[in-house]
Each structure stands twice: as structure tokens, then as C-alpha cells.
């Protein structure tokens, strides 16, 4: 079969760890006859220097045509130094999301049994572990009204949501729940805001349609203690934007390494598969940074195309390279070497 | 010398461990010749049932005339799982936050010799540990225009901040600082919010008038992340109302338990000194509840009047009952045998 795939490496690492996910997708469709179509397409910082637009439209139309988006990672020190730059490489993967509606983003964590000695949490905390976090992407307090005073003394953000937005990630959050251990965990803070008071009644709501999965209500400062006392006692957990964004992060302690974590954002038309981790740029061009999250992305994108033994493949192959100790730098434990960037990426499309 | 202090239990567990702080407190006022006029006073659920005010007017006049104030806890399960009650007890203390104008919410975590076995991380991992969250408590999206559509399909929080609330908790901040490692971590989201950015260029700002401190920006999904990841390379953390509320309970796992974690809440004429745990409900009336944060806040509160011997003493006596395992079940470890809530009230109190 053949399949468009639009490749946005983005800044920093970007680059090069998406050029080792397109190596392992190169040996899927050498292996299994299939035609991978790669349309190239700028977002973020570079996108800015190339043509001052974080996000330019030629990249939106590459994307909607696409069958799906495999990303890198965009950011640079020198916006986040400068609060008062007002074009931002962020600007771009937020425009993004809300043009494609990439409403869903799905964070699986899971303990790495080769990894759990990486992880600051002890052993008997975490072996077992298996979160996947489903955070709302397109409203919340990322995309509503902002506003700054004419003085400057002054700034506001608002927080806003509709029922809609809350139940069509909620059903998503459930269905997933059913195929796991039938729990979900909505995270929130209706004790004191409104809008998570909607996403609580809305939730509550419509988990009575799903009646062999449990519903548990967890306050987000709770949350944030729980998912690392108790990481084990969470299987889905949903929650709103901003608060998703904290929360997959906290949990990838969890795995031993953010460099092996990936997510989707999915919408109904589009879906982009990226790393959790951002651009590492003290690492940028030297060949050092883990590519496996950018692997693995391409892993699931590949499930999302139906591809599940290619996806499956590139998933055992990754698991061969941590059980002969192929990994970079920062996972190679008390390894005495590490191998490159592209190292990992050519053993693994060779393995595949 | 004569001190009021008032007295708020609230609801849970918030009256039996208050009860041991005061206990602790009576034990000082022998010791060291002082007298201690409790002025109780309601607020949360109790206070609801009471007068169907979560904070009646006589609870703040109290406040305001006392020293300071020693509060427990408030909440009850029954609102938790009705988002629909518009008269819940945390307004109470939302409210009296503001009312009191205690805009400085200062909360210390160490990793405790005799506790880190009971972290969820690992021991190399926390140990030295010494992190104090300045949180901001009175604005932001706690204190922002709330809003529900007619038809109860939408929902929206305001966050709102200006120049001068994030000013006067910055230099609080940036002086601590300067009486411990002298580096001040600035934990927002600046790269998605507009009130983040003010953050920023603000705190910034200040941090030019003390040039013997290091000022470190994250943003807060990073944070989430490296507060687990490496808890020794922060010192002070500065951050808004909604992450520090975040960030406190989690970074309350380094201590090795919660039960032993105590804050307090300043203003200009008020402060306000309690544990960072809840009520508890589940175990309340039961006498099993760790009564030693509560203990620890009655310390805090003592410096805070100045009285810097008579806070040592109570620090002393909570350590000796670590040492000798005179403690509650959530943190006796491998001993056998737990002590009550006023087993291990009483000890401190005799040991003092
Ligand atoms: C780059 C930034 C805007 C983004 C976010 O906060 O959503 C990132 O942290 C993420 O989680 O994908
Ligand atoms: C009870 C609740 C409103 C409160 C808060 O969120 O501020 C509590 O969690 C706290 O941190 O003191």
C-alpha cells in the first residue's frame, strides 16, 4: 500500500531523531511492500528564520492532505529568554492543533523493565506501571482570550470550555478504558474552578454509558502526589489541557527515561505522532540525543494507519537494541559505551 | 509574654491533630513561661452546619485580632462528589485567604533521615534534599472572574495577575533566598500564557535588585519532571496560586510522607500556619491520624511570633519521636506497633 506521510522535523534534535524514525519506516516498507511517501514541512523556529510564520500554510495543507503527521520538536533558548517576542516557535504547534482539531493527545507510560533502574522512583513503585493520559488539546486555558493592560501591569488568560469539547475526548477516554483495566481517573480542580466543575458533571455524565468502567475523581493536587506514590492504581487518566501538559510529564519519571516517550494527537480527519520530549538543543547536530521516542512514534503511527504487525515490528526491534545495550548516552546506564543518534536508528531499521 | 492564637480545627482529622498542636503549644507555655489564649473559631463544612456560612464573619474578626493562627483542615467527601453545591467549605478558606490578604504561601519539604525509606523515590535521589515553594495565594484563576452559560454548557475561569501581586511574593522569595543556597527557580508556562509572561518579566526585573541569588526559569510541565528527577538542584521555587498548589503536593512525596509537612500563609498583618494534608475523612475520630504536621505548623508558628527557642523545642521533640518510632501507622515503617494521634501528642508534649 501507499501511504503520504507529512514529516515535520521542526528545531534542535528534531531532525535528526525524525530521520531515524523515517529509517525504520523505510525498512517497514522495504519488509512488508509497502510505499511510504514523505512530504517534508517546516513549523517552529525554523520556520520563523525561513519565512517569519511559525506555522506557514503550505505546511497546514501538506498535513490535511496527509495520512498522517510524524513530528520532531520545536522550541529555541532564545524565545525563552525573551518573554517579549511576540512570533514563537510554540505559536506554530498550537495553530496546528487547532487547525487539524487535534482535540485528543494520548500519552502511554509505561515501566521499561530494561529501564527501571534509570527511573528515580524504586522498583517496587513502579514495575507494573501502565498510564496512558489523554489530554485535551484544542480549548481549555491554551486557547482562550488573552489580554495584557496598555501598561503592561496588567495580564489575563481565560480558561473556557464547552460540554462538547469535554465529552468527545471523554468517550475516547472511556472506549480506550474498556480494551485496558477499566478505569478511568478524571483529573481536576472542581473544588474550586468552574470549568472543571463542567468537566466534572459532563464526565460523570456520560461514564453511565460505559458501565464496566470505573469512574475515579482526583483533584489535581492530589493527582500530583498520587501518580507518584501510587502510579500502579491508574490505568486512563483524562483530563483538560493545561493540566495534561503538567501531568504527562510528571509521569514519565515513570519509564526510566522521556527519551523513549511518545504521543499522539489525534482530531477526526488528522493525527500527528511526536516524542514527549522538546528540542534538547545543547544537544542539536551532535548525534548524541535518544531517537527512540521518534521511533516509536513512528510506531504508532503505523498502528493508527491499521499497520499493526509493522507497527509491532518496529516496537520488538526497540526492545532488541535496549536488551544488547544499542542505546545512547543518557540510557546506557553503567554501559561503558553509548552509541550515536544514528547508531540506534541503523541498528534498528537493520533489525527490522 | 501573652500570645492569642485562633484556633480554626475545621473538619476530618483537622480537629484531632489541631488538638496535639495545642497540646505541643501548652507544653512551650509551661516551659518557657509564656501564656497562649486559644481563640476557636469555625470555618469549612463544620462551619455550614453550623450557620450555612463557610466562613462566618466572627471567624474573621478572630483572625484579625489574633497573633497569628493555627488552622487544621476543611473539606468533606459529600461536596466533592456533587460538583452542583454552590456552598462549599472551601471558600471558606479561599476566602479567608483573601480577606486576610495572605498572599505568601510558603511551603518547606526536606527529606527527613529517618523517613526517606518511606519515599517513593530513592534514597541517592532525595537525600539533602531542601526545597521551600513560595506559591502566591491570593489571585489568579482561584481569584478570577468565574462564569457558567445559562444553559450550563459552558464554563470559564479567569486568571489574572498584575505586576504588583507577583512583586511583593517575588521579594519574599529572592530574600529567602538569600538565607539559604541563594537561587530562586521560576516555575510558569510564558511560552502559552500571558500571565506566565508577566511572571517573567517581572520577577526578572526583581531579580536585578539582588544580584547574590540565581535566577532559574522552567516551565512547568519541565518542572513537574525535574522536581522528581533531581529535588537537590532546586532551592526556592516561586511560583503562581494553581501550579503551587500543584507543585507543593508533589513535591511533598520527597519528604516521605505528607504527614509531616506543615505551611505557612502570610500576609502583611496576618499569618495563618497549618499541614499541607487534608482531612483525611476516612480517618477522622478514629485516633490515628499523624498529628505531626500539625505539631510542626504550631513550631512555624512560633518562629513566626519570634519565639525561635520555643519553635526548636517542638522541631526537637518530633524528631526524638521519629528516632524512638513513637509515630502514627501511615509512617511507622517496619515497627509493629503504631502509636495513636494523641499517644504521639502526648509524648511530644512530655518530652518538651
Ligand atoms: C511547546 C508547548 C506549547 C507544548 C504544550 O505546552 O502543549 C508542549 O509542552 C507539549 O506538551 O506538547
Ligand atoms: C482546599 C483547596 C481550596 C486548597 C487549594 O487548592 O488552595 C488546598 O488544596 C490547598 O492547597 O490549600
Redesign the interface.
Known sequence: MKYTIAVIPGDGIGPEVTNQAKKALDAVAEVYDHIFLYEEAQMGSCAIEATGNPLPEKTIEICKKADAILFGAI?DPK???D??LRI?P?QGL?KLRKELDLFCNVNPVKAYDQLIKNS???RE?IKGTDIVIFRELTSG??F?K???SKD?????????????EISRIAHLAFKAAQGRKKKVTLID??????????W??TVTEIAKQYKNVALE?M????A??KL??KPKSFDVVLTDN?FG??????V??ISGS?GLLSSSSIGNNNALFAPVH?TFSEAKGKDIANPLASILSAAMLLEHLGLLEEADAIERAVEKSLDLNITTEDIKGKNKYAASTSKVGDFIADYI
Open positions: 522550541g524565545y525563552d529568554n518573554p517579549s514563537r510554540e498550537l528515580p522512583l524504586k513503585i486555558i491554551y482562550g488573552k489580554e495584557v503592561g501591569k496588567n495580564a489575563f488568560d481565560v480558561c473556557s470550555y464547552c460540554e462538547d480542580k472542581s473544588n474550586v474552578l468552574e470549568t472543571s466543575k463542567l466534572r458533571k475523581h483533584y489535581a493536587d492530589n500530583a502526589m507518584i506514590l493545561l501538559d503538567i501531568f504527562s510529564d510528571e514519565s519519571v522521556i522538546g
